[in-house]
């Protein structure tokens, strides 16, 4: 069975490109056989992508176009529109972002009519399941995948001030708050860190305001690759993710395997996988002072935090690889 996946694609940009990063390594075996069409080109490029794809899709049994909500909407759009010259095909189209809510609310219609040309809708979450629901479309849920460690990695005897964030530097990520809440936090704890992994837009900004207010301890690794995410994350001891809108950023679930608390904004999906004060801390967005709080609670109450850690990594069975997997190749048959 050949399967033809479409999505904008850049190696170690995270998001969807990791997912698909993932999907070509790992479902590949005897029975599927797997091609990426890249959609992520210059503006010059993408009007003429179709001509090209036309003549990709007969070579395959299955296409498996991965988008989202705004700019990302292009993959399903170019996906639909050349497959409606092959209506035998299978279709499956994979939403993934936390902003569909608020991109549905403009020209449902129209969005709405691209998706339903597929034969199946995959989402990540059950958040994103009920938006679809209010637009009148089915959806299967099929979570991203992790790998598990074997066995459990140690356990910290104490968290240390040692603050992580994996998210890109956009305004959507809110990584000034998690700079602003530093700033709080370094009152008490002047050795505080914070390590900002990835890149994006507001990186200049976020560096002169760092500079001007004269907030020390904090580096900017920029993009990294993402086999070095974890080797990160185990040198740092509280994760802090804090977008105004998400649905199952692989980030957390990362965080979990790596015995890490996670510190995060109540939003979208991220309230599928987060149970607060349970497996992780739960805040409100746009709040530096409730994350500065939060760092605080966990660096006075070691026994609980280490309880919230354990209990994020016994849950993450269900995002297991084979799970998905198995999901996955259900679906595909």
């Keep these: 069975m050949k399967i033809l996946y479409i999505a904008n694609y850049k190696e170690n940009s995270g998001g969807i490109s990791n997912v698909v990063k993932d999907y070509l390594c790992r479902v590949p075996d005897t029975e599927h056989s797997v ?3 890249n959609t992520k080109r210059s503006n010059l490029v993408r009007p003429f992508l179709i001509l090209v794809l036309i003549f990709k899709i ?5 296409i ?19 497959s409606k010259l092959y ?3 299978r279709l499956i189209i994979s939403y993934h972002g936390g902003g569909a809510k608020e991109y549905f609310q403009k020209q449902v219609r129209v969005k709405r009519w691209f998706l339903k040309q597929a034969d199946k809708v995959v989402v ?6 009920s938006v679809f629901k209010d637009i009148d479309l089915e959806t299967i849920i099929i979570p991203n995948g992790i790998n598990i460690p074997t066995k459990q990695p140690k356990t910290r005897k104490t968290f240390k001030p040692n603050i992580i964030s994996l998210r890109s530097l956009s305004k959507n990520y809110n990584i000034k708050d998690i700079i602003m809440a530093l700033q709080i936090i370094q009152k008490d704890y002047p050795e505080a860190s914070l390590s900002i992994l990835g890149d994006g837009p507001d990186r200049t900004e976020l560096e002169n305001y760092t500079a001007i207010n004269k ?3 904090i580096t900017f690794f920029g993009r990294v690759n993402r086999f070095k995410v ?8 509280i994760f802090v993710s804090v977008p105004t809108f998400d649905n199952q950023p692989l980030s957390i679930l990362e965080a979990f395997a790596e015995c890490i608390p996670v510190i995060v904004t109540a939003v979208g999906g991220v309230k599928d996988i ?3 004060s349970y497996n992780g801390l739960l805040i409100a967005p746009n709040s530096p002072g409730e994350i500065a709080g939060r760092i605080s609670w966990l660096l006075t109450h070691q026994e609980e935090g280490n309880e919230i850690v354990k209990n994020a990594f016994d849950g993450l069975y269900q995002y297991s690889w084979d799970s998905v997997l198995q999901k996955l190749k259900m679906l595909y048959s």
């Excluded at 498996?64 to 050349?82: D, E, K, N, V």
């Excluded at 990540?124 to 399941?129: K, Q, T």
């Excluded at 974890?230 to 001891?237: G, V, W």
């Design 230 to 237: 974890l080797e990160h994350l185990s040198k740092n001891d």
């Design 58 to 62: 007969p070579k395959a049994d299955i």
């Design 87 to 89: 209506p035998k095909k």
């Design 35 to 37: 091609t990426l069409f």
């Design 124 to 129: 990540m979450s059950p958040y994103l399941n």
């Design 274 to 276: 987060v149970i607060d």
């Design 215 to 217: 907030i020390h301890n």
């Design 64 to 82: 498996h176009i991965h988008g989202c909500s705004y700019r990302g909407f292009f993959p399903i759009t170019i996906g639909i529109l050349a």
